[in-house]
C-alpha cells in the first residue's frame, strides 16, 4: 500500500504561484511514476504533470511552461510548482502514483482557487 498526503492549495490572484507537495509514504518502494491531476467543478479529471522515477516528465499543453514537477526520492516527495496561475487553474489537484504492476494510489486532493 501506498499513502500521499498533498499540501501547499490555497487562494492565491491570477498571475500567482504556489507550489504543491506530495509526500509518499507506505510502499514507496514500488512506486515509478508519480503525477498530478486535477479536476475543476463539473469536469472530468484530467492529467496535469507527470513524472516517472527517471526523472522524465509530461505535462498538458495548458500548463506547458507554467507547471514545473519535480521529484525527491530521497524524501519521496514529489512537488508541483504552478506560476502565472489563472482562473482556469481552479480545482482540486489529486496526486497520483502508480507501481509497475499498474496498480494505481490517489491522495485526497488540495484545493487550488484562483481569483480573477
Known amino acids: 500500500q501506498v499513502h500521499l498526503v498533498e499540501s501547499g492549495g490555497g487562494l492565491v490572484q491570477a498571475g500567482g504561484s504556489l507550489r504543491l507537495s506530495c509526500a509518499a509514504s507506505?510502499?514507496?518502494?514500488?512506486?515509478?511514476?508519480m503525477g498530478w491531476y486535477r479536476q475543476a467543478p463539473g469536469k472530468q479529471r484530467e492529467l496535469v504533470a507527470a513524472?516517472?522515477?527517471?526523472?522524465?516528465?509530461n505535462y498538458a499543453d495548458s500548463v506547458k511552461g507554467r507547471f514545473t514537477i519535480s521529484r525527491d526520492n530521497a524524501k519521496n516527495t514529489v512537488y508541483l510548482q504552478m506560476n502565472s496561475l489563472k482562473p482556469e487553474d481552479t480545482a482540486v489537484y489529486y496526486c497520483?502514483?502508480?507501481?509497475?504492476?499498474?496498480?494505481?494510489?490517489w491522495g485526497k486532493g488540495t484545493l487550488v482557487t484562483v481569483s480573477s
Open positions: 497520483h502514483a502508480e507501481t509497475p504492476g499498474g496498480m494505481d494510489y
Open positions: 507506505g510502499s514507496i518502494f514500488s512506486i515509478n511514476a
Open positions: 513524472i516517472t522515477s527517471g526523472l522524465s516528465t
